[in-house]
Every structure is written in C-alpha cells, then in structure tokens.
C-alpha cells in the first residue's frame, strides 16, 4: 500500500519562508504526478503546484513567483519551496501522489503564517 507523508509545516512570519517536503513510499512504482494542495477553514481545497514525472510544473496564480515545486533526489519524494509567506497563505497543505490512474493523499502539514 502507497503511503504518503508530508512535513515541514510550520509558524512563520509575514514574508518568511518554508519548505515542504512529501515522500510516497510503499511501492515500486515511479510518481505519474505529484500535486500539493491547500485547504484554510472554512475554504475549499485548491491546488498550489503540480509537477510531472518529466519536470513540468504548474502553479496557481495566487503563489506564481513565490513557490517552487521541485522532485527529490530520493524516489518519490517532491518539495515545495515557499518564499515571501502571506498570511493568506496559511492552510493544511496536502500532497497527493499519481500513479496512473491511481492516486494516494497524505494527512497534511501544517502552514501558518502570523506575526
């Protein structure tokens, strides 16, 4: 069975950085995708970065410039670098692994941004 975790949540400040981490282990296979997404209170879920098994990314709108997805040296694993933190940007981030036409969440990390 595939499992997937997520960390490097935290607490910063307004216009600090992070930097997440999801690995997704408990299987053979290579990563199809790998997508992060963010759930606040009260919102719904909504994809921040997406990278593909050949490098391509794509970002939503409102963290284009800030956040970069990359993979890891290690199999399976896919960062996420967060720069210039708002406060609108805290949120249970979660990792979601592909594998064809299978797909596999994590229990989230979280990210607060407060002063």
């Known amino acids: 069975q595939v499992h997937v975790a997520e960390s490097g949540g935290g607490l910063v400040q307004p216009g600090g950085s992070l930097r997440l981490s999801c690995v997704a282990s408990g299987t053979t296979f290579n990563i199809s995708a790998m997508y992060w997404y963010r759930q606040a209170p009260g919102n719904q879920r909504e994809m921040v970065a997406h990278?593909?098994?050949?490098?391509?990314?794509t970002y939503a709108d409102a963290v284009k410039g800030r956040f970069t997805i990359s993979r890891g040296a290690a199999k399976n694993t896919v960062h996420l670098e967060m720069n210039s933190l708002k406060f609108e940007d805290t949120a249970v981030y979660l990792c979601?692994?592909?594998?064809?036409?299978?797909?596999?969440w994590g229990q989230g990390t979280q990210v607060t941004v407060s002063s």
């Open positions: 979601n692994a592909v594998f064809g036409l299978d797909d596999f």
């Open positions: 990278i593909t098994r050949d490098g391509r990314t």
